[in-house]
């Protein structure tokens, strides 16, 4: 790999380096200006006659020398060690979870959110080689991480993972599977696919129709489903009550599960009812295992020798050389 800056924003202070020449020079007409208001020519000559003004554009060289090689300094150049760089072969995951309040139903104990974080964590862990991605959704999707081999990062997003992360309820499948694909580098050629965690709750048409555009790019959509057919209520936190619809009728949150297993088959993916974590965990990594998995260069545990102290020496330098100079001539009585 290549030469670098850690810190490129550095060099903007070189814009800078003109002003405090264009200060100095401003500086020296005003000296000029004010020695000839002064009025006789030859006192001004006989006070300054021991300044040397080649000493002092000298020293201010010096300053504004190490000025700009400080800016180097600051930018931090360095040079990565190819060899601590990882080839990961493996494949892109965007995982969609659903943080809508009918995830909080206790039909799957303790709830449907809380078993899909525990599924999620423990598949994380099954794919050391895979980047990761994970958006979040209820009425809207949002792009919790971008795809990353920072398992842990994504470990924790899953863990935190709440219906107040969404501000707008509902269960917005289209603009989860949209947001996910968005997550995927379009001229990477590794085997994108997209796990869907959700009690499908629903009436998004949007939903198959954007399955069938997934398809045409390739991308598998293999979906999980939380709850039961015949439903639960669902406990609002506020209150402690199960929640009630504007007529007052109790809420009661079902699973649908034709629709995730249209959206599964439509991309030769497959659906799951979450009832046994370590089933699910099996199911879903026999979808993966005989993909072609492309090789990636992973740079985020690149270690870097770096090189600024090769240019803090001469700063220092510079100085300690405009301090110890004299802007001074002799003068011969």
């Not at 010096?62 to 760089?85: H, M, Q, W, Y």
């Not at 965690?197 to 999980?224: F, I, R, S, Y």
Request: with cysteine; net charge negative; aromatic share 8%.
């Amino acid at each position: 790999m290549n030469f670098q800056f850690q810190y490129p924003e550095a060099f903007w202070l070189l814009l800078l380096v003109p002003v405090l020449v264009a200060i100095y020079f401003l500086y020296l007409a005003w000296r000029k200006r004010a020695a000839r208001r002064i009025g006789d020519e030859r006192l001004v000559a006989e006070l300054t006659r021991s300044h040397s003004p080649k000493k002092a554009l000298l020293k201010f060289s010096l300053v504004a020398l190490a000025f700009a090689i400080g800016c180097v300094t600051l930018a931090n150049p360095r040079k990565p060690d190819d060899e601590s760089a990882e080839v990961r072969k493996g494949i892109d995951v965007v995982i969609a979870l659903d943080v809508s309040n009918s995830m909080l139903a206790t039909d799957v104990a303790p709830s449907r959110l809380a078993q899909a974080q525990k599924l999620l964590t423990s598949l994380i862990d099954k794919m050391p080689n895979d980047r990761i991605g994970l958006v979040v959704f209820a009425g809207n999707a949002y792009t919790q991480m971008p795809l990353s081999t920072d398992h842990d990062a994504a470990k924790l997003f899953v863990s935190t993972a709440n219906p107040n992360m969404v501000p707008e309820q509902g269960t917005a499948i289209a603009d989860a599977l949209l947001q996910s694909s968005a997550a995927f580098e379009e001229a990477s050629q590794r085997f994108k696919t997209i796990i869907l965690v959700t009690d499908g709750e629903t009436h998004d048409e949007e939903a198959l129709p954007t399955t069938q555009e997934l398809a045409k790019k390739g991308v598998m959509v293999n979906t999980v489903g939380l709850g039961s057919p015949s439903g639960a209520t669902i406990i609002d936190s506020a209150t402690h009550q199960a929640k009630t619809d504007e007529n007052g009728q109790v809420v009661i949150s079902k699973l649908n599960e034709e629709l995730l297993q249209q959206v599964a088959q439509t991309t030769n993916g497959t659906y799951i009812h979450l009832e046994n974590i370590p089933a699910a965990l099996a199911t879903i990594q026999d979808q993966y295992k005989n993909v072609d998995k492309k090789a990636l260069l992973d740079t985020s545990a690149l270690n870097y020798e770096s090189y600024y102290i090769w240019f803090l020496l001469p700063v220092f330098l510079f100085l300690l050389t405009e301090l110890f100079l004299p802007d001074r001539k002799e003068v011969k009585e």
